[in-house]
């Protein structure tokens, strides 16, 4: 792996880690606080409302896709690598060491370190991404709060997608089995017998 690669991985694995302890909190909490964030989508105030199992569904299908070497990117699918990416940044900020090793613990061995460089290697690879799909995600300016992530593109050419396929997701509730259970190379066989464990007592939020 190279370092892009390597950096992008650990991104995915970031957005996994958190949305998963979102995802079990929401869940099995009787009461939670409204602050917390539901997922790792949330850096897009348009797609907070999306629920946790389907952040995760939308992550993995994304990873699927970049895994198999498919260029052709949809608009949902530069969302989802733009907040990955930030919430390895935000984790590498703002999270414990332990919760940052635990991304690092993946089923591929990293050589990039979980060190302080973390937050400045994301920020170098987000403006180092492809600039010809760097405005693919303007038509949501409007959506995005000043606080939003700074907007940049992945290689490969965006397949023709709106702003609606995006809000569609804020109003599902159940996720792919095939999707959240089949997922290879991101997640290790402990996270896939967690995910597995907790659709098995969970079964409405699956199809």
């Known amino acids: 792996m190279f370092l892009t690669d390597e950096m992008l991985y650990a991104a995915f694995r970031a957005a996994f880690v958190h949305t998963l302890d979102c995802m079990l909190r929401e869940t099995l909490e009787q009461q939670h606080s409204s602050k917390r ?14 629920a946790p199992q389907i952040q995760l569904e939308c992550l993995l299908d994304t990873w699927d896709h970049l895994n198999r070497g498919e260029s052709r990117m949809t608009r949902l699918n530069t969302c989802v690598v733009n907040a990955a990416l930030e919430s390895l940044a935000r984790m ?6 332990i919760t940052l090793a635990s991304v690092w613990r993946g089923p ?4 990039t370190g979980a060190d302080h460089w973390v937050i400045s290697k994301v920020r170098a690879l987000q403006l180092a991404m492809d600039e010809s799909t760097s405005s693919q995600l303007e038509g949501l300016s409007e959506h995005l709060s000043d606080r ?16 609606d396929d995006l809000l569609a997701i804020v109003g599902r509730w159940t996720a792919s089995k095939t999707i959240m259970l ?11 017998d967690i995910l597995r464990v907790f659709f098995e007592e969970q079964p409405g939020l699956l199809r």
């Open 92 to 97: 590498a900020g703002q999270e414990s060491q």
């Open 37 to 50: 964030g539901s997922g790792f989508l949330d850096v897009y105030p348009v797609l907070q409302g999306a």
């Open 108 to 111: 591929v061995q990293l050589n």
């Open 182 to 192: 089949e997922s290879q190379g991101l997640l290790t066989q402990d996270e896939q």
């Open 148 to 163: 939003g992530i700074p907007p940049c593109g992945i290689h490969g050419r965006e397949t023709k997608g709106s702003t």
